[in-house]
């Protein structure tokens, strides 16, 4: 399987991947980051952005698509268990906001963007999923509530 220019189930994971963030930040308006490395902010900023492009926008790569169905389907099952649990976590954070489901949420959207960039073959998708991995890690953990 091939996919054009754009590629339309990744777009719907980023919808799904978002929806909860911005319910978040309606939800909880003014925070504030409180890790201060610069770097690290800016690294996370940098992987978070180009991998939600390259999710949907196939640059850098000749032939956006699967080798093999066998990688289609970890593809489509693997984003889609992924995908629940993000939901799932996101529901218990509202709920209850802890440390560990904080880390949940920084550690599950990476997964995502690992698993479409290692099934689809991008290795700039692959490379901005480690650098929003580090970061992202890294400011949740300066952000996130007390140890549970």
């Given at each position: 399987?091939e ?9 719907g994971?980023m919808?799904l991947?978002?929806?909860?963030n ?16 610069p ?13 939600i492009?390259l999710?949907v ?11 093999g ?12 268990a992924?995908l ?9 954070y509202?709920?209850k906001?802890t ?9 599950v ?6 698993l479409?960039?290692?099934?689809l ?6 490379a901005a ?8 890690v ?11």
């Amino acid at each position: 399987m091939e996919f054009n220019w754009i590629n339309a189930f990744g777009g719907g994971v980023m919808a799904l991947m978002l929806a909860p963030n911005v319910v978040y930040a309606l939800r909880c308006p003014g925070q504030k980051n409180k890790c201060r490395n610069p770097w690290v902010n800016a690294l996370e900023q940098v992987g978070r952005y180009a991998a939600i492009a390259l999710m949907v926008f196939p640059l850098g790569v000749w032939e956006f698509g699967f080798d093999g169905v066998g990688r289609m389907l970890l593809y489509l099952a693997g984003n889609g268990a992924l995908l629940l649990c993000y939901w799932l976590f996101w529901f218990l954070y509202f709920r209850k906001p802890t440390r560990g489901r904080a880390l949940t949420l920084a550690v599950v959207p990476t997964g995502i963007f690992l698993l479409s960039g290692l099934t689809l073959g991008h290795r700039l998708l692959t490379a901005a999923a480690l650098l929003f991995g580090v970061g992202h890690v890294y400011v949740t953990l300066q952000n996130a509530p007390e140890p549970d």
